[in-house]
Every structure is written in C-alpha cells, then in structure tokens.
C-alpha cells in the first residue's frame, strides 16, 4: 500500500497546520519580527482558525490559561522573540503551578545568530525550563510538526501544564513535507495496583468520620457526578481547595466548601476533626493545612493523584495512590460499603450551625452599607449558571472563593499556585471566548492598575465581560496582615490612586459606571449583564474590610480567626 503522501509547506505553515490538525480553534498572541511568517500563515487560514490580538504578551497568556480552565482543552499562545517572549513568562508560571495545559509558542532569531546577542534574542528555553512541563528549541524543520504534536501530548497528559516551543526564523521559513496526523491522545496513565486500592477501600471502610478533600486535578479530571455518589455512599463530606471550586454545584448538600486560611469555616473544622481525609487531585499546599506539623494528626490520610511527586510532599500519608484517577477512584467507588454515618453527619450539622452564626456576626446593622458579602449576594442573585467567574489576586479573590456560588464545573478561573495579580481580565476574556458564556471579574483596585490594558482587547472583540472593581483604595490583603501582625504599619499598601474607572472605561471604548450603596451595585449589574460588551463598576467598599476567617501564618486550624476580636 502507498503511504500516505504529504504537501510541501513552510515551517511557519506546519506550525499553523499543526494546530488546527490538533483540534485548535482558538490562540491568543501578539506578532513581531521573529514570528511573521507565522502571522503571514494565521492571516491565510483565518476561514480554520481565530486568532486574538491582545494588548500585551502577559494577557495573551493569561487569556490562553483561562480559555483551558473553562473548554479542558490545551491553551495556545504565540509570542515573537526577546521581550515578547519574556513577557509571556509569568503566565506560563502561573499555567504550571495550577496545572493547566497550554503549548507556548515563540519565535526566534535565525540559528545562525543565535548566542552572538542578536537583536531581540533571548535564551527563553533557558529562561522557561523551570516553569514548563517540557520545551524545545527546534533546529530542523522535519522534526516541527511532531514536536507539535508531542507538546500537546505532553501539555494534557497525566498532570497536565505548560509546554513551550522556540522556532528560530530559518526553521520558520525552510520547507519540508507535511503529513497530515490523528489528534494525539494523552500518554496511557498507569493503572493503580489492586492491592493499593483494597487498603484504602479498607481504611475507608473502617472509618467513622470521611473527609473528602478535592483540588484542581479532580476538576480538571472532571470527577463530579463520581464524588458526590461517593460522598453519599459513605456518608461522607466535602471540601476543596481554591482550585477545586466549581468541581461540585454548591446546591450539594454534602459540599461544604473551600478549607483552608481563608476557607469557610464548617469545611475547614471538618478536616480538622475527620478520622480519615481522601485527597483527591489536590497538593496539601501551606495556604490549606497550615501548620504541617499540627495538621490532622489524629487523621488517616489517602492521597490520590496523577503525579508522583506530589504524594508525601507536603504532608505524609499512609496510602498514596498515582495514575490513572479516574479509574483509580472509580474502582473504589464500587468496591466501598454503604455507610450513612449518622452521628458524624450530626457533627457536621452543628459546624454548619456555627458558621451560619458566624456570618451573622459578621455582617452589619447598616443594610445600605456595600459590603463584600453583599456584593456577591447580588452576583449570585442576578448571574446564571453559565457564567464563568474570573478573579484577580487578594481579598476580593478570598471573598470570590467564598461567597460565589457555582453549579457547573470549569466555571471558576483564578490563580491559586502563583497568586497572579494581574490575572483576571486576561483570563476572563480567554474564558469567555472559550466558554460562549458571560463573564464576570472580580478584581481589586490593586490588581486591576496591573493589567487594565487588556480593557482594549476587551472592546475590541465585543467580550460581554463585567468588570467588578471591589475598590478600596489600598492593598487589601497586605494590609490585613499589616493590622493583624505588623502593628497597623502600612508600608506603601496605601494606594490612595486618583484614577477614575468610570472615565478609564469610557476611554476605552466600554461603558461604566460606579456603586457605592446596595441598590447603586444591583442597578449596575443587571445593566451590566444586559450589556454586549464590556463594563465596568468601580465598586466602593471600606478599607478595613477582612476576609474571615483566617488562619494566621504559622499556624494551625486550632487558632482559626473567626472574627475581628479573635
């Protein structure tokens, strides 16, 4: 049998052929001089595949990030060289420490100017090495469409992550012959060992108070309907880590929510006083246990994720279970008895309780005072459940984590490992592209001055994204810590800015609007939702808001702050 015959192409066209061969509708990026035989590609296949100009490199990789979390299907953005390259980098950091699969890819200086400081040269294989899955610089043209196809192999398989690639402009403008290939699966993940499984069915079983602990590896492994039937079975409850959020519809009466620093406070006593916790797809990271020292060490932990390296890392535990999670998990579904647990059931009711006590202490006598928890009670009230949520970084992040309510997964976008101010329009737009469905962020005066740039590629492309300023005029979160442990020295987190983002909206093309009471927030998000492009509402709220509770640095679940006088 002939094989199959393949069409002469330029590099720069293998690229473009890749990725639509790849599954690829959508990439984000920003052309230059190392990458226009690229563009000069996207421009003829533009019928095949939609490109996005973004204002800047950082938000193209940002908006590529938030595009994965809301679709699960890998990221793509394309950036030249030297500082186009660099400025991708914090998004591509931000991509690996949440685990997200994106392929970066980056143009480069012809090979033979590479090393002698060429103009807008830079080692960015080099630069990026710690921050990817895996990169490449590509040196042959007959060896540009599989490493292609192996990034994106490697940018979805087991963990997933960020993978780059660096094509010098000789590679880019060489010809070979392209061959046509299937979308690669991701590389088969190694079955659990049915030993392993039958311990902790063992350990489950015996048991009388299951915690089931959730990260981003169980939502992007799309586990939903699998734990809530588990959690029922076993007379179980759930919590998650900020990345977990929208990986189970809050209206589930066995969800309790984020654990954690910042997280609500019947999850995080759950933990505290489960006899086993079950971590599924989550890393145990210091904002989630605290002080590891002091954490559950009454508790039996099971650990199960698709990466090695993250069992025993932060925590021990006393079985860990690596590969395939979804079959794993399956498997011990089937084999676990039925257990309705009454009497930790009734315990957990009461913490429930508690926390609603607790809110009410939280709140305020004064109903027109615009309060955080106001803010997304109205948010709650008029958003459906098609509507991705996008933050920044800081308090209006923890107060997003805490009050949102979701009830579709990949419905949350946010940055948890590397704590991205500057994150959320970005991601917001990429979301949106990639969803179909509204946007909304919530970001902070703080974090929206870093990336508010993007307010261009915003109406540019007509994204219906509201844009919510929760505006305090300082940096939130350092200036908690600053009242709670430096003494109320605020060190340059004063911002105290003149900057108008009514007016800033309007220069931009959006429309906007400011809210400084309940009913001026409501009238400003029901327009807001109803509009077809952007908006934003520059949202007025006290300085010295919390976000309760806490957790204080160094410390354990046992000195959790519930309220300003703890």
């Known amino acids: 049998m002939e094989a199959n015959k393949g069409t002469m192409m330029t590099g720069a066209r293998i690229v473009i052929e890749a990725l639509i061969e790849q599954g690829v509708t959508d990439v984000f990026g920003y052309p230059g001089g190392q990458v226009l035989d690229i563009y000069d590609e996207l421009y003829r296949a533009k019928d095949r595949i939609n490109h996005v100009l973004t204002a800047h490199e950082q938000g193209a990789s940002h908006a590529a990030d938030g595009y994965s979390r809301v679709t699960g299907k890998v990221g793509v953005v394309i950036a030249t060289s030297g500082p186009g390259a660099t400025n991708l980098v914090t998004g591509i950091a931000t991509a690996m420490l949440d685990s997200i699969p994106m392929v970066a890819i980056t143009g480069n200086v012809p090979s033979s100017m590479i090393g002698k400081d060429a103009f807008q040269e830079i080692n960015i294989t080099g630069i990026t090495m710690p921050i990817t899955k895996h990169n490449y610089l590509v040196s042959d043209v007959q060896e540009l469409a599989d490493t292609i196809r192996e990034a994106f192999r490697i940018a979805k398989s087991g963990r997933p992550g960020p993978v780059l690639i660096d094509i010098p402009k000789d590679v880019q403008v060489a010809t070979c012959e392209f061959v046509p290939k299937a979308i690669e699966e991701p590389f088969a993940q190694k079955q659990v060992k049915d030993a392993d499984i039958d311990r902790a069915v063992e350990m489950i079983n015996e048991c009388e108070r299951p915690y089931i602990y959730i990260g981003g ?54 933990n505290k006083e489960a006899d086993l916790i079950i971590g599924i797809g989550v890393r145990f990271s210091d904002r989630a246990t605290g002080n590891v020292d002091k954490y559950c060490k009454s508790a039996k932990i ?54 609603k006590r607790i809110g009410k202490q939280l709140g305020d006598s004064d109903a027109d005072k615009l309060t955080p928890k106001r803010i997304f009670n109205i ?43 500057g994150y959320g329009l ?17 970001t902070g005066d703080g974090s929206f001055g870093m990336n508010l740039n993007e307010l261009a590629t915003a109406v540019s492309y007509h994204i219906p994204v509201v844009i919510v300023v929760v ?20 060190s340059n987190s004063v911002l105290d800015r003149k900057t108008d983002f009514v007016k800033l909206a309007e220069a931009f093309g ?47 679940i046992d000195d959790i702050i519930v309220t300003k006088e703890d």
């Open 510 to 556: 959006a429309s906007g609007c400011r809210a400084e009471t309940v009913e001026e927030f409501r009238a400003a998000f029901e327009t807001a939702m109803a509009q077809d492009g952007p908006y934003v509402i520059d949202t007025l709220i006290r300085s010295d808001e919390f976000v309760l509770p806490m957790l204080p640095p160094g410390g354990s």
């Open 217 to 270: 590896g169980a939502a992007g492994a799309g586990m939903t309907e699998e734990i809530m039937a588990f959690a029922d079975k076993i007379g179980g409850f759930v919590g998650c880590s900020l990345m977990g959020l929208s990986a189970l519809p809050d209206s589930y009466e066995r969800f309790l929510g984020m654990q954690g620093m910042h997280g609500h406070y019947a999850s995080t006593m759950a």
């Open 426 to 442: 970005g991601a917001a737009i990429g979301a949106q592209i990639g969803s179909g469905a509204r946007a909304v962020l919530i």
């Open 471 to 490: 505006n305090n005029g300082v940096l939130g979160m350092v200036r908690q810590w600053q009242t709670l442990f430096f003494e109320k020295r605020y």
């Open 302 to 355: 099971i650990q199960l994720d698709a990466d090695i390296s993250e069992i025993n890392k932060n925590v021990g535990v006393d079985v860990g279970l690596v590969g395939d999670m979804v079959s794993a998990f399956s498997r011990i579904l089937e084999r676990c008895r039925s257990n309705p647990r009454i009497a930790w059931k009734r315990a957990v009711d009461e913490m429930i309780a508690r926390e």
């Open 379 to 421: 948010i709650n009230d008029i958003k459906d459940t098609d509507t991705v949520v996008a933050t920044d970084v800081g308090q209006h992040q923890m107060w997003a984590a805490q009050y949102t309510r979701f009830e579709r997964p990949r419905r949350f976008a946010t940055s948890g490992g590397l704590g991205t101010m």
